[in-house]
């Protein structure tokens, strides 16, 4: 005898794999005919662009493009110039499982960049671009809730479980893009040198099926003044908004964000101005909290019983922060600086040592001496933040810079922020469908009327009613047990045989 049960399903995105790549490339740069003769490097630096991404089948991919500035010192003394380029990038990792129906949520960021004259002529570039990537497959639990109908005296195991799982992972285009006029305590430009940019992400909400990200883009612009080609630098921040649609209204929504740049244009408009124009992508990862009521196991009473169940291994968010630290770094430089025209700095691979999270950081404070020439003061170190057993972290990131001269360069405080997450793995054993076999009665010849053992630390009254072919109702009257009570290990327990 079948018994009906009511089927339901539930969606959700199981994470593959999370990975962090880093990708190394050089490139030869030729000084163009109408510029003068290099005689010395003063700065590299860059912007790393995520261009696209793949799932494939086991195997994900990421490409981009870096957008490097090399600052020069001209052998002809006319003041520093810059050379720009476009370095592609590409990083690939193993996934197995992973479909070309998956999603991937990305980051790329720049860990380094340096160049060195090879003549006045030409010059080597060398860039590192680290590629954080999470995979994500879309997967379907099918569960068996209420029977549908009357179930005669088969027994039901129904049990409740709390679940925070990946319901989407979405993405959304769009750009940002404004018109600046210098500040009037800046000279006018004259040739810019080099350009910074950094993407914040200061809130995310969910609102109404939809999720807003909110932030800023902080553009900084290095140049050589119109007037007399001192160096300086313009700051310049715009506020962006990011709108993410997705299939859920729920209250207590978590997210896992990463919001990158896909193109740069900075361009000088008449009357002094700049126009900055951005392409950018955000990305998230949706995780939902809900909660199921499903059938685990099923016997009668009266017949032997034919139970199919299906076992399924969930990961779920258990905690997630944010930890910051300030690391304070002494940057070198042959002469002590006047003044301190930008700071930058980068993170490399994370790591995990001890339970120490370890991020190595390099820093730079581009310097103006005595004399008016621009050099760089550089300095590395590593960022370290202490972990409870069972957090993983998933993210590091930079925040504002703050740089001041020294009697040997410059002081550089660096704000790291620790995105931290924890997983407990969830096992649910799932009854896939139950039947009597009416053919098969159970015999009770042998069994006596009352049974009288010591509860072990296994036994429940569902696994006792199980094995004598009783119930649990059964059990709480002539235990004298309350409408919700349990059976606790080293109580005695009486069955009845049921009639």
Request: hydrophobic share 40%; proline share 4%; net charge negative.
């Amino acid at each position: 005898m079948a018994i009906s049960f009511e089927e339901k399903s539930l969606k959700y995105f199981r994470r593959l794999c999370q990975a962090s790549l880093c990708h190394e490339e050089t490139m030869e740069i030729i000084v163009p005919d109408n510029m003068p003769d290099a005689a010395a490097v003063i700065d590299a630096d860059g912007v790393a662009l995520l261009r696209g991404k793949e799932a494939l089948n086991g195997r994900f991919s990421v490409d981009g493009t870096t957008e490097a500035y090399v600052i020069y010192r001209a052998e002809d003394g006319s003041g520093p110039r810059r050379l720009n380029m476009q370095i592609p990038f590409a990083a690939a990792g193993e996934c197995p499982g992973l479909t070309d129906m998956g999603r991937l949520v990305a980051a790329c960021r720049l860990v380094s960049a340096e160049a060195r004259i090879i003549n006045s002529r030409k010059l080597l570039v060398k860039t590192e671009v680290c590629v954080d990537a999470a995979a994500f497959v879309q997967e379907q639990m099918k569960y068996l809730s209420k029977a549908a109908g009357d179930c005669g005296d088969m027994q039901l195991l129904e049990k409740n479980a709390e679940l925070c799982l990946v319901a989407d992972v979405t993405e959304k285009a769009f750009s940002i893009g404004e018109d600046f006029a210098l500040p009037s305590s800046k000279p006018p430009i004259g040739t810019i040198l080099k350009t910074r940019l950094r993407l914040t992400e200061e809130e995310a909400s969910a609102l109404g099926g939809r999720l807003i990200i909110k932030g800023n883009a902080c553009v900084a612009v290095v140049y050589a003044s119109a007037s007399g080609g001192e160096p300086a630098c313009a700051e310049f921040k715009i506020p962006y908004s990011a709108l993410l649609e997705f299939d859920w209204n729920d209250e207590g929504l978590s997210f896992d964000t990463a919001v990158m740049p896909t193109g740069l244009s900075l361009t000088e408009s008449s009357g002094g101005k700049l126009s900055i124009e951005i392409g950018a992508v955000a990305q998230a990862a949706v995780w939902r909290k809900c909660g199921i009521c499903y059938i685990a196991d099923a016997y009668s009473t009266e017949y032997e019983t034919e139970l199919q169940t299906e076992n399924v291994s969930l990961e779920l968010l258990d905690e997630k922060n944010v930890r910051s630290e300030t690391l304070r770094l002494a940057a070198e430089a042959p002469v002590q600086p006047r003044a301190i025209i930008d700071a930058s700095a980068y993170i490399g691979k994370l790591r995990t040592e001890d339970g120490i999270i370890k991020a190595p950081v390099f820093a730079k404070a581009l310097c103006v001496g005595e004399d008016d020439s621009l050099f760089a003061a550089t300095a590395k170190g590593e960022a370290a933040k202490s972990a409870e057993q069972g957090l993983s972290c998933f993210s590091a990131e930079l925040g504002e810079l703050y740089a001041t001269p020294s009697a040997s360069g410059a002081e550089i405080r660096v704000p790291v922020s620790y995105g931290f997450r924890r997983y407990k793995s969830g096992g649910l054993t799932l009854a896939v469908s139950a039947s009597a076999k009416s053919d098969s009665p159970r015999s009770r010849a042998e069994q006596p009327s009352i049974t009288v053992f010591r509860a072990s630390e296994s036994d429940s009254l569902w696994e006792i009613g199980k094995r004598y072919a009783t119930t649990r109702e059964l059990l709480r009257k002539i235990n004298g047990l309350a409408e919700d009570g349990e059976i606790n290990a080293g109580d005695l327990v009486l069955v009845a045989r049921q009639r």
